[in-house]
């Protein structure tokens, strides 16, 4: 393709950016495959109850899913975006069987680790390959919708999981769920999408935006607006953490079923998810700025009231609260780090921030795992909360209008 043929918007690659959300859709599902099943699945398959334990499946997943995007951001330019997400779905593949014939918990955090590298590879090249096709204009748009599709499969995937565990048992059909998922989106990937470095290439031509000294830093610590959106990255995801393993053990305390918590567990990503759908687009057109702050502090006060509350019909509103700040911020994220750097590094300070928002997922577990064991579930999901909401207030008094 010449530089004359490549045209950079949302309307202009439709058919490529169409494909890219239905793939990032099977990837979310992957995710959704655990999302309210694991406390039942290491209670009543391998005996693991301590909460700790439990949680060490999803500290797997973020600390090698961390490591992944760093990589993935570093390496997307020098081997191109397609063979990174063919690779994520080649590894993905055999998750569900590991998870479905482990004989031992170690097997189990194995498949996460497997799972996060996975993840890293596919959402990430997803993200960049779609920034890469709508330029400037759309990109807010375009994370929109690329959030949405993912975060609407995690959703609906773990009320699917929740509907066949509480009807057919544990094993084996989430599993074989989860194993069509990879092979589709193995599948769809390896022969239908197209690289997009070449529309990158274009964009460096146009762009004003001056380069970065050291990436990994300025969008880590020193640029006070990347650091600030890295920091809130950060803890969205230790909150979403918790709520993915100490969210269902709380509920089990509170004798919600299992198709209960099936629906409580699921409302929260599927509103996150579709609230996307608008969210995207508002990043392109209202403050990136308050959105950030009011989504982080919508966040941080649905999670202090949800440690108090255990009646199913306010629960079900809180986690839509908190499903809508998380809309807010999430797309926002990624257009912003997109919109303040140059295009050469846009996939490396991407990594970085995601390397950074991804770690908040081994962290949260880690902390709420630890204080839930010492103090009680209720103190873990307050000091998730309060910290939420101290985010919140930094990216009020640091981050640039």
């Given at each position: 393709m010449t530089s004359n043929q490549i045209r950079l918007g949302l309307k202009e690659n439709w058919q490529q950016f169409t494909l890219l959300v239905v793939i990032n859709a099977f990837v979310g599902g992957m995710v959704g495959l655990?999302?309210?099943?694991?406390?039942?699945?290491?209670?009543?398959?391998?005996?693991?109850?301590?909460?700790?334990?439990?949680?060490?499946?999803?500290?797997?997943?973020?600390?090698?899913?961390?490591?992944?995007?760093?990589?993935?951001?570093?390496?997307?330019?020098?081997?191109?975006?397609?063979?990174?997400?063919?690779?994520?779905?080649?590894?993905?593949?055999?998750?569900?069987?590991?998870?479905?014939?482990?004989?031992?918990?170690?097997?189990?955090?194995?498949?996460?680790?497997?799972?996060?590298?996975?993840?890293?590879?596919?959402?990430?090249?997803?993200?960049?390959?779609?920034?890469?096709?709508?330029?400037?204009?759309?990109?807010?748009?375009?994370?929109?919708l690329n959030e949405f599709a993912g975060y609407l499969a995690v959703g609906l995937m773990a009320f699917v999981t929740g509907y066949l565990a509480s009807h057919f048992g544990i094993k084996p059909y989430p599993f074989y769920v989860g194993l069509g998922i990879a092979l589709a989106g193995l599948g769809l990937s390896w022969v239908l999408v197209k690289d997009t470095q070449h529309f990158v290439n274009q964009e460096i031509k146009q762009t004003i935006r001056p380069a970065l000294d050291n990436v990994f830093l300025q969008t880590s610590f020193q640029n006070k607006t990347l650091s600030a959106i890295t920091q809130a990255g950060f803890v969205n995801n230790l909150n979403d953490g918790m709520m993915w393993g100490l969210f269902p053990m709380l509920l089990q305390t509170q004798a919600f079923?299992?198709?209960?918590?099936?629906?409580?567990?699921?409302?929260?990503?599927?509103?996150?998810?579709?609230?996307?759908?608008?969210?995207?687009?508002?990043?392109?057109?209202y403050s990136k700025k308050k959105m950030l702050f009011w989504g982080m502090l919508a966040q941080g006060f649905a999670i202090l009231a949800i440690a108090r509350t255990q009646d199913f019909g306010l629960l079900l509103a809180l986690a839509a609260v908190l499903g809508l700040g998380t809309a807010l911020v999430y797309p926002t994220f990624l257009a912003a780090i997109a919109a303040f750097t140059h295009p050469q590094q846009r996939a490396e300070s991407l990594g970085a921030f995601?390397?950074?928002?991804?770690?908040?997922?081994?962290?949260?577990?880690?902390?709420?795992?630890?204080?839930?064991?010492?103090?009680?579930?209720?103190?873990?999901?307050?000091?998730?909360?309060?910290?939420?909401?101290?985010?919140?207030?930094v990216v009020a008094y640091r981050m640039e209008k």
């Open positions: 655990e999302r309210s099943i694991f406390p039942q699945f290491a209670a009543t398959v391998f005996g693991v109850t301590s909460r700790t334990a439990v949680l060490s499946f999803i500290m797997a997943f973020g600390l090698s899913k961390a490591m992944t995007n760093y990589f993935t951001g570093k390496l997307a330019s020098r081997f191109g975006r397609k063979k990174l997400l063919v690779t994520g779905w080649v590894l993905a593949v055999p998750i569900p069987i590991i998870l479905l014939y482990a004989p031992h918990w170690n097997w189990v955090v194995l498949a996460n680790v497997l799972l996060g590298v996975s993840q890293g590879l596919t959402w990430s090249s997803t993200v960049v390959m779609k920034i890469d096709l709508v330029g400037e204009k759309d990109r807010g748009l375009a994370m929109g079923d299992t198709a209960q918590i099936g629906i409580l567990a699921a409302a929260y990503p599927v509103v996150w998810g579709s609230g996307q759908l608008f969210t995207g687009k508002m990043s392109d057109i995601r390397f950074w928002r991804d770690l908040g997922y081994a962290v949260g577990a880690l902390v709420s795992g630890l204080v839930a064991d010492a103090f009680g579930l209720m103190a873990s999901v307050l000091l998730i909360g309060a910290v939420t909401v101290l985010s919140a207030i």
